[in-house]
Structure formats: C-alpha cells, structure tokens
C-alpha cells in the first residue's frame, strides 16, 4: 500500500483488497519535487511504498508517473526532497520502461537482453558466468520464453519482448518491480494473461509491484490499491473506493464517463463535445445527429 511519508517504520500486517499485506517500508519519498527547467513534473509528494503491497499509478499523459518510477528505481535525482531506502538497495528494484522508449533492434538475443539484469550484481570487472546464464535461462522459462532464448529479440513480438523484459528485471533478485505502461497497445486477452503472470511472480517470489498503467481494467483485478499522479499524488485506496466519475475530472482535468460492463468500470472515455448549431438554423445539428447511421435509402424521407 502507499502511505502519506511521516517519517516512522510501523512493523506488522494489514489487510489490504488483495489480501494480508506488510506494512514493512521498502521506500519513502519526503517532500520531492522535479522539475526540468520551467516544467514542474512532481511537487511536493510525500509517500511511502509498503512490503508485499501492488499498486497502480492512474492519471493523465504528462503527469508525473514516469517520473515518479524513475525517482523510486533511483534513475532521476528530485529537485529537491529526498528518496529513503529501507533495507533496500537500488540494485534490488526492477525497472521495466515502456516498450516504446527501447531499441529492440540492438542485435541481441533474448537471453543477451535478459543478463544484462544481472550486470548491479556483477559490477564493473565480472563478467557473467555459467551461474549467471542459468539464472537467466530460469527466468526466461519462469516467463515462458525458454525455447526463445537464442533468437534475436527484435525479432520477438511485443508480447514476448514485454515478457524478456520482466524476465530481465527478475534476473536481478529484486524485491519491487516498477512497470511503465507494460501492456500498451496490447489486445484484452493478452494483458489478461500479462497482469496473471505479474500476479503469479508477486507471489511466488514476494515482490512488491508498482505499476503505471491507463488501462484501468488491471485496477480492480490485480491491485492493492491505487495512486493518482498528476503532478502530485493525489489519492491512495483500495480500487473500490475511487469510481466516481467526479474525481476522474478532477484528475483528468475533463469530463469523464465511466464505462460499466459487470461489477467495476473498466474503461473510462471523454464524452464526445456537443455539436452546436449553425446559425439561422438550430435544428442542422439535431438532424445530421439523427441520420448519422440512417441508411442511404431512408436519408431525405419524412
């Protein structure tokens, strides 16, 4: 779960949506800004990331929840504020980017891709070894990769490169994987099957999840709880909690519907604006509306 930063170390458990979670700190943010130049990309966010605990990062493009991943994995220095670590080290937390911002051309195997996972372990002089490659292979296998290893990973579907990508976040033992937009531009079925095997590791091999994601399908299914980025944090609950259509435009900034198919929302869509009519004749709008899927044969009759 994440919690607004005070500063202390509560011990023991709670019981969260997913189940029983422990309140163990891994990472505290305390008062942290970023900026870049004149852009103020996070202000002033105080939280702190529990043990054990999913979250998704909800809000709108440009606010703040890439950075917010970089700032916990230790990839952007705040402006001001400070990141604590509790037994934790950085080498510990797996950082998976968004497929869009990596070159899968690099002419690399999958398995290539997925020691170099293992490289903070190694440092600087060791080169990775047979125990290494092992571990490796695990993983890919773990994923379900393993009769992939030796092809070249741009040659991989996007699915599968997702896959070598958590494969190469798990190589390195960590104990929180940060996942930027894991499923972006994936059909349904296979961020389905994506979310159950990032549920089945947390799992098997206790981890604590943060991820960012537009596609509120996952919250419900396969998260704690829910963080609202924009610019700040601005909300922290179990998913139930925040379907109302008027926190979303606050969030958002706009207008929102929720769209309902079962028990929870799993897509939210910015209503179409209204048309207005044009002048001298305010039933234009009403009519083209009206005959927008009329077939040709019944346009023009009365």
Known sequence: MLHQANG????????????????????????????????????????????????????????GKTTLLKVIAGLI??????????????????????ESVVDWRFPVSALDVV?????????????AGRHDREIALTMLARVGLRDVAIRPVGALSGGQKQRVAIARALVGEPKLILLDEPTSGADVEAKDRFYSLIRELKEELSLT??????????????????????????LHACPSEIWDEEHFQRLYGTQMEAIFHGKVPHRMVEPPAKAKPS????????NTRNTRNTPKSEKGKK
């Open 8 to 63: 202390s170390q509560p011990g023991g458990t709670f019981r969260g949506y997913g189940g029983q979670v422990s309140s163990k700190i891994l990472v505290s943010l305390e008062d942290v800004s970023v900026r870049f130049q004149e852009l103020t990309a996070l202000h002033d966010v105080n939280i702190q990331i529990t043990a054990g605990s999913s979250t998704a990062l909800i809000g709108p493009n440009g606010g």
């Open 77 to 98: 220095k705040p402006t001001q504020g400070r990141v604590r670590y509790y037994d934790l080290k950085r080498a510990r937390i797996g950082y998976v980017p968004q």
């Open 115 to 127: 020691l170099m996972g293992r490289y903070p372990a190694l440092g600087l002089i060791r080169r």
């Open 209 to 234: 999840i943060l991820v960012a994601s537009h596609d509120l399908v996952v919250v419900p299914s396969f998260v704690d709880d829910v963080a609202c980025v924009a610019k700040s944090v601005h």
């Open 279 to 286: 002048r001298g004749d305010p039933a234009r709008t009403r």
